[in-house]
């Protein structure tokens, strides 16, 4: 299983991960990013076919601001720092 959340908090809003995962991340009026399905509370899990765009966006954020995990986040993007 596959979970992810975006630490808002640290997000600089540079737009790589709807680029490559716009089904999963989606942007506010200020271009800060959130999952989408649930939003952004990382208790949804992710659909296999897009879990390698949610891998990729992780390694392509400059700020470290998507978290990855095989547990839920209830919200919570620094649970498992
Ligand atoms: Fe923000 Fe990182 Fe996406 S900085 S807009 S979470 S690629």
């Known amino acids: 299983k596959t979970f ?5 908090e ?11 995962a716009p089904e999963v991340f989606d ?5 800060i990013s959130f ?4 939003k952004n509370q990382g208790n949804a899990e ?5 879990v ?7 390694d392509g954020c ?3 601001s998507i978290k990855v995990s095989n547990m839920p986040f209830n919200g919570d993007p620094t ?3």
């Open 27 to 31: 942007y506010d009026d200020d271009g």
């Open 10 to 20: 640290t997000c600089i809003a540079c737009g790589a991960c709807f680029v490559t």
């Open 35 to 38: 999952v989408y399905f649930d």
């Open 62 to 64: 400059p700020s470290g």
């Open 46 to 50: 992710i659909p296999g076919e897009l």
């Open 4 to 8: 992810t959340i975006v630490n808002r």
């Open 79 to 81: 649970k498992f720092e």
């Open 52 to 58: 390698e765009d949610v891998l990729e966006a992780n």
